[in-house]
């Protein structure tokens, strides 16, 4: 089954510092991969995915994700945080199961707080 | 467009009483997905419809819930009867087509409790 992982709870990082926020992934053929961002008490918006192609996603708000086939991860990037970044994030996977039909996968989310 | 459409945004009830969800898609998107977050469980699909058709409702916890979707723009989800441990946030979404490049477009969700 796929699936993706999350490693943690929470990142936290000072304004204008670079950010990382980990995903790491397991599938079985190619892996279609996205990132959503979750601020409080909205729904859950798309911000990029990866299909196939450059392994640099851009995606809204000057987030990009680096997809790295070797160790299976999609993490999300940003050069320079800003406290408006201070959400939950997921990373998602896409699973095909029966009559073709595909469905996306969650990881468990990762806090995201920027410190002014 | 005015994206995908919850009501209602909150719902305090007791316990033993139906609760109904209401969804309204994006003007022509045709796959449909329910979705509960908490923070125990996280986020969980409880069912998907693509053109109407329930395709996976292997994530409904059990006989008390039920979803459906009477026409292509509109969705229900009932609980019945509820119960203090269904109290979360349901989502519902939307997206264009059924394929492997369909991103989900999210409602706000409705926070429901449960006494």
């Known amino acids: 089954a796929q699936s993706v992982a999350q490693p943690e709870d929470q990142v936290n990082v000072a304004e204008g510092n670079p950010l990382t926020v980990k995903c790491t992934y397991s599938?079985?053929?190619?892996?279609?991969l996205f990132w959503y961002v979750q601020y409080p008490n909205r729904g859950l918006q798309f911000l990029l995915k990866?299909?196939?192609?450059?392994?640099l996603v851009k995606g809204s708000y000057g987030f990009e994700a680096e997809f790295n086939k070797s160790q299976t991860s999609f993490h999300l990037k940003k050069p320079s945080a800003l406290v408006s970044d201070s959400a939950l994030y997921f990373c998602?996977?896409?699973?095909?199961?029966?009559?073709?039909?595909?469905?996306?996968?969650f990881g468990a989310g990762t806090r995201l707080a920027v410190h002014p | 467009d005015a994206g995908v459409i919850q009501s209602p945004r909150h719902e305090v009830t007791e316990m033993g009483q139906e609760v109904t969800l209401r969804c309204k898609l994006i003007?022509?998107?045709?796959?449909l997905f329910w979705y509960r977050q908490t923070m125990m469980r996280g986020l969980e699909l409880l069912i998907y419809?693509?053109?109407?058709?329930?395709?996976?409702d292997s994530g409904m916890p059990e006989d008390r819930f039920s979803a459906k979707m009477p026409n292509a723009s509109f969705s229900t989800l009932k609980i019945q009867p509820s119960e203090p441990r269904d109290s979360a946030v349901y989502f519902c979404?939307?997206?264009?087509?059924?394929?492997?490049?369909?991103?989900?477009?999210f409602g706000p969700g409705t926070r429901l409790t449960v006494l």
């Open positions: 003007s022509g998107h045709n796959s």
């Open positions: 599938v079985s053929g190619n892996p279609y």
């Open positions: 998602a996977v896409r699973d095909i199961f029966r009559g073709g039909y595909n469905k996306l996968i």
């Open positions: 419809f693509n053109n109407n058709v329930p395709i996976d």
């Open positions: 990866y299909i196939t192609g450059d392994n």
């Open positions: 979404a939307s997206s264009s087509r059924e394929g492997a490049y369909n991103e989900q477009f």
